[in-house]
């Protein structure tokens, strides 16, 4: 395991763990900040993403003590079409202009039995140009929390 | 835990800028107005609970994600149901 430490005048220096093969050195502008976490991972607000090219899934790693990490998929690719519509209060979270593309995530659960779903329910979105982001709970949303995946 | 008694129409603050009013009481619930800032998120418990469980489940060290990435290596299979 690997211990690279990196700091910028913005933000506290910060440390991240990594695995041998991944060499992760994250610079200011690619540290996504949540502010209220995620649930479950509430005092995690840094992460940083990090995908092999062309591959479909990405990793999001946390930057705080207990370094949550996930693997992460666009939506859109798993089921043709998926759709969110933020609501005017969700957007004003991101600081999101109507121009602003925004990136969407959805958090893969690999089950100890090699079952793999993605959850649709509650999507990751981020506002890349601020580089802030949120786990969107809509109130009503008909998309499965465990939607399976082939693997 | 603090408890109030509220009857309809009447509400409790919390902070600078949270209002939680009472619209409507029933037998089968109570109907609940929220006002708060756009900074803060407002959810229903049974949700966020059930959506916690599931990051929790989905969580990985660091160091497993890589070999995660490897399994996951094949194309995700899009498909058109809802």
Redesign the interface.
Known sequence: ?IQLTASCPSVAPLTV???D??RLEPRCEDVIAF??G????EECRRFVMSS?GD???Q?L?GLEAS?????T?DPA?????YRLILSP?DR??LDAREEDPLLWLA?????PD?T?T??L??PIVINPRLMIG??V?P?DC??P??HP??? | MLVFTRKRDEAIIIGDGIEIRVLRTGRDGVKLGVTAP??V?V??RE??D?????????????????Q??A????????????
């Not at chain 1, 995620?38 to 991972?41: N, W």
């Not at chain 1, 690719?77 to 079409?81: A, D, P, S, T, Y």
């Open positions: 395991m763990r990594t695995a093969i991944a502010p209220d995620l649930p479950g991972f092999d591959q479909p899934f990793c790693e370094s949550p990490a996930f693997v998929v690719r798993i089921l043709v079409g209060v004003r979270r958090i893969v659960t690999v089950n090699d793999a993605v959850n329910r509650a949120f786990q709970m109130h008909l998309y929390l465990r995946l082939s693997i | 756009a900074s998120a959810h229903r949700i966020y059930l959506i916690r469980a599931e990051n929790e489940t989905a969580v990985r060290r660091p160091h497993d994600l890589q995660l990435l399994r996951l290596c094949s194309q995700p299979k899009s498909s058109d149901e809802p």
